[in-house]
């Protein structure tokens, strides 16, 4: 079932693929997706995403014999008064039957199964995703020879196609390349693939497609790393954020000595923190807040709503934020502000979220946010931080 895609559905061996190939080489796993056929995108679901109205010109993009056809060609325009540009999906399928692949980017802002055979790749790498479907007629190529900024993990869905893989270039552009064949020597990979298979890419990986027998459609799921740089900025801006240096200090002519001698000061105190950081431990709440920030789920919706009218006291909250402004405070209550939402909480309940042992991403139960009151107390204080995002359901089973 959709609810139960887990990442070894598209990569079996997890452990031996992160030690010999993810960001390292290419990896294929024959029919890995084969059992979840039916969150597959087919011909006549193409049709039905290209048939909505709300699809954005860019996303869509189509390219014959190399070339990008001009978006002008498959655009038409609706309304009186106010001239809106649509798809023209005649024009779309008038290009596609003369040979040219249509390729729709976006995919998971669009079609609700995209966030679906996402979601086990944002939680497992706790990186950006998207998902581009690309479909290519008959006896037609895709695109010329090319590597990809980003790691990419495709998924035949129908069809056929075959692939030329090259090895991959670890110093390779930071943006998409075409090249030619002959440039790049002797492939290290010739494969067919059949619905179900599963092929990974690292970024800047050399690879070009033809569906030389029949229509091909497939998916890429673009998986945006997060470099050293990143990560590094991130700690240290946490760092910082826990420091409290809220003074803007006046940077002027006459005042930069006495700066520079404070900025010393203020660094040597960040070195001492950062050289005296559990990395382990830092880096385990960074990916928990990644991940939440990246869900497709991470703010609450109706469904949401609705499902806290009904939640037994045992159950599980996640800790979405603990950024909120605390306005003032006495033994018993604290008034803090959310995103503009001002309310009164109970003093212990801010101090056990802010606690230094509570992060973002814990799990907990309405009575260790609210201990030492009855049930109902709790979890009606649990459901008021739920409306206000502070914490998030968690779903039962995950």
Not at 122 to 149: E, K, Q, S, W, Y
Request: glycine share 6%.
């Amino acid at each position: 079932m959709a609810a139960d895609l887990v990442i070894e559905d598209f990569i079996p061996d997890l452990p031996q693929f992160m030690q010999q190939s993810f960001g390292l080489q290419p990896a294929l796993y024959r029919g890995a997706m084969s059992k979840h056929a039916d969150l597959l995108p087919t011909a006549d679901i193409v049709d039905e995403i290209l048939r909505l109205d709300v699809l954005p010109l860019d996303y869509i993009r189509l390219s014959r014999s190399h070339r990008t056809v001009p978006r002008n060609a498959h655009i038409r325009f609706v309304g009186d008064m106010h001239q809106v540009p649509l798809i023209d999906r005649t024009e779309v399928f008038k290009a596609f039957r003369s040979g040219a692949t249509l390729t729709i980017s976006g995919l998971d802002k669009v079609w609700p199964t995209a966030r679906t055979i996402l979601r086990p790749f944002t939680h497992t790498f706790a990186c950006r995703t998207d998902l581009t479907l690309i479909a290519t007629p008959a006896g037609f190529p895709g695109f010329p020879p090319h590597g990809d900024p980003v790691g990419v993990v495709i998924v035949q869905c129908e069809g056929t196609k075959d692939w030329r893989v090259w090895p991959t270039d670890m110093d390779g552009p930071a943006t998409p390349t075409n090249t030619d064949d002959a440039s790049l020597g002797a492939p290290l990979l010739q494969v067919t693939l059949e619905p179900g298979d599963v092929l990974y890419l690292p970024h800047h990986t050399p690879h070009t497609a033809v569906a030389s027998r029949v229509q091909s459609v497939h998916l890429t799921a673009g998986l945006h790393s997060r470099g050293w740089d990143d990560i590094i900025a991130r700690l240290v801006s946490e760092q910082l954020s826990s420091s409290h240096m809220t003074e803007a200090p006046a940077l002027t002519e006459d005042n930069t000595p006495h700066l520079a001698a404070e900025l010393s000061r203020r660094l040597a105190g960040l070195c001492d923190s950062l050289r005296n950081l559990d990395t382990e431990c830092a880096l385990r709440e960074l990916r928990a807040q990644l991940v939440s920030e990246l869900s497709d789920d991470a703010i609450g919706g109706l469904g949401e709503m609705h499902r806290l009218d009904s939640l037994s006291p045992g159950q599980l909250f996640q800790v979405s934020r603990t950024d909120f402004e605390v306005l003032d405070r006495s033994d018993e209550h604290c008034r803090v502000r959310i995103d503009g939402l001002v309310m009164t909480v109970p003093t212990i309940i801010i101090e056990n979220i802010t606690a230094e042992k509570w992060h973002v991403g814990r799990e907990v139960t309405c009575r260790q946010i609210y201990p030492g009151v009855s049930d109902e107390r709790a979890m009606s204080a649990a459901k008021q931080l739920a409306r206000a995002e502070v914490l998030r359901i968690v779903p039962m089973g995950s």
